[in-house]
């Protein structure tokens, strides 16, 4: 890694989690470059405009970069033709840049797991997505464990806070209980199940990025501990001062509606995240690095904060 008067930041993605990310960072006087199709950003940051998934663009915005982090994501449909060249051209634009890659990442890899997650799981993915999340996870490893670069895997649950959109939780959900709307929730919302806080995974990246103890491990972002997605949508109704009404979606009328809509057909694969109990176990992070998930309360206080100021 080439040593910069002052580390550059240069972060691939500007969705709810790389916007917090360089929203930390600026603030706590960072250069920071944010990388996107768009070629949007936020004040004190640089904007970049380039398709990630296009190798020299990618090489060419990483120019300079101390850490790169990958917060990029793609169309949850086509994944399998998307995600390969683009997270592989943030890959290799970290390793040309002589930089440090933060890649997040999910927990599709593990597929259906008995108990809670934990970090030492071996890739047991049955399903296409799950299978790519942990190929591409692996080429990740890889690049640390025979060189030619540092990297770290931070993997997060279902999220939930500011901005946050195509998700659970995420701000369709909130804007439907304030119409007095029906909120889809898919399979049991009866059973425990992890979400985080995006602020704590942006602090957990940032972590990642500066501390070397980081470097070359897998590691789960703070992640409260599980309660139903009841539960969750109650809390949220009530900061709201709202009722929610659940509407279900499980198994059948997935299948039934995946018939006409894609994204339905491809949730599929992962619903067995939403059929069991789905817990996610972060206390290796959090007790090497002495921090401690957002309180779900705390957390969805901001987050509705957040939605009222629009």
């Avoid at 969705?15 to 603030?27: I, Q």
């Avoid at 006087?29 to 904007?47: D, L, N, Q, Y």
């Avoid at 591409?136 to 901005?163: C, M, N, Q, W």
Wanted: proline content about 7%; hydrophobic content about 40%; overall charge positive.
């Amino acid at each position: 890694m080439e040593v910069n008067e002052k580390p550059i930041h240069v972060i691939f993605g500007f969705g709810p989690v790389g916007k917090t990310l360089a929203t930390r960072l600026v603030k706590a006087g960072e250069t920071v470059k944010i990388v996107s199709r768009s070629g949007k950003t936020i004040p004190g940051a640089e904007a970049v405009t380039a398709d990630a998934s296009i190798p020299e663009q990618a090489r060419r915005a990483a120019a300079g970069a101390t850490v790169v982090y990958n917060c990029s994501n793609a169309d949850y449909t086509k994944w399998p033709e998307l995600l390969p060249p683009l997270y592989r051209s943030v890959l290799q634009a970290a390793i040309q840049n002589g930089a440090k890659l933060v890649y997040m990442d999910n927990l599709y890899m593990y597929g259906p797991v008995h108990g809670k997650m934990m970090e030492t799981l071996p890739n047991a993915a049955a399903g296409p997505k799950g299978q790519l999340r942990a190929e591409l996870a692996e080429e990740v490893r890889v690049a640390h464990a025979k060189g030619p670069t540092k990297t770290v895997i931070l993997r997060a649950s279902d999220f939930y806070g500011p901005d946050v959109e195509g998700a659970m939780l995420g701000l369709p959900a909130l804007r439907a209980m304030v119409a007095g709307k029906s909120v889809p929730a898919l399979g049991n919302v009866d059973l425990p199940h992890s979400f985080t806080f995006v602020p704590d995974v942006a602090a957990a990246l940032e972590i990642c990025g500066r501390d070397d103890r980081a470097d070359g491990e897998i590691w789960h972002a703070p992640t409260a501990p599980a309660v139903s997605t009841r539960e969750m949508l109650k809390r949220f109704g009530t900061a709201l001062g709202k009722t929610p009404k659940i509407m279900q979606a499980k198994r059948p009328m997935v299948t039934a509606l995946g018939l006409f809509m894609p994204l339905m057909r491809t949730l599929k694969e992962t619903l067995y995240q939403w059929e069991a109990a789905y817990e996610v176990d972060s206390t290796k992070f959090e007790r090497m690095f002495g921090v401690a998930p957002t309180p779900i309360d705390d957390g969805i206080r901001l987050t509705v904060e957040s939605f009222r100021r629009g």
